[in-house]
Structures are given as C-alpha cells and as structure tokens.
C-alpha cells in the first residue's frame, strides 16, 4: 500500500543555524525583501525592483555577510506572497517584518 504525499509534513529539519528564512512580498513593480539571517544583529529588509537576479544577489549578499560572521548557509527557506497590486505602505514593512519573526519561533 502506498503512503500518501502529506505537505504539511517537512522531509528535512529546520536548522536554523545554517538556514536563512526569507520572505519575500510580489507585486508587478516591486517586492519586499525580509530576512532573518543567523550572525546578522539587524533583521534585513530590501525593497527591490521585480528582477529575479537582483533578488537572487541579495540573498547571496545576506549568505555571505553570515558567512563572515561564523555562520555558514546550507539552506536559503523561501516564502512569497504575491499580488496584482500592493499599496505602499509603512504598515506593509512592519507587516512582512512580523511574519518573519512568526516564522523564526
């Protein structure tokens, strides 16, 4: 009999040691960056032009920064969240701020 596929049920731990949680908020022009990076004292957050590379730079940027802080990143966890058309909003940063921290605990 075969088991079926669960995906609430993670395959691999979470390390948080060599893990950077990103989330990350999509909208057609712009997305919002958040991070939580182990050796970081600051918890990263960018505003980007929509540019795929540029996103992909920045997380590399944030892999190294832990590097040289004694961290090293096996594991980059994404989460995004996309829309047709976001608002800008100072309530939007503390916003996606909270869900990081939400998914840290």
Known sequence: MSQSFDASRSLAALKQDNTIIA???MSKA??????????LKRQP?????????AL????QRWRDEAGRAGHTVKRIAVAYEAAAVVP?????????AAR??????
């Open 23 to 25: 989330v990350i908020e």
């Open 56 to 59: 992909l730079k920045l997380l």
């Open 88 to 96: 800008p909003s100072r309530s939007m940063d503390d916003n996606l």
């Open 30 to 39: 712009k997305w919002r960056v958040a991070a939580l990076v182990r050796g």
């Open 45 to 53: 957050l960018k505003k980007l032009d929509a540019d795929a590379p």
């Open 100 to 105: 990081v921290n939400r998914a840290h605990t």
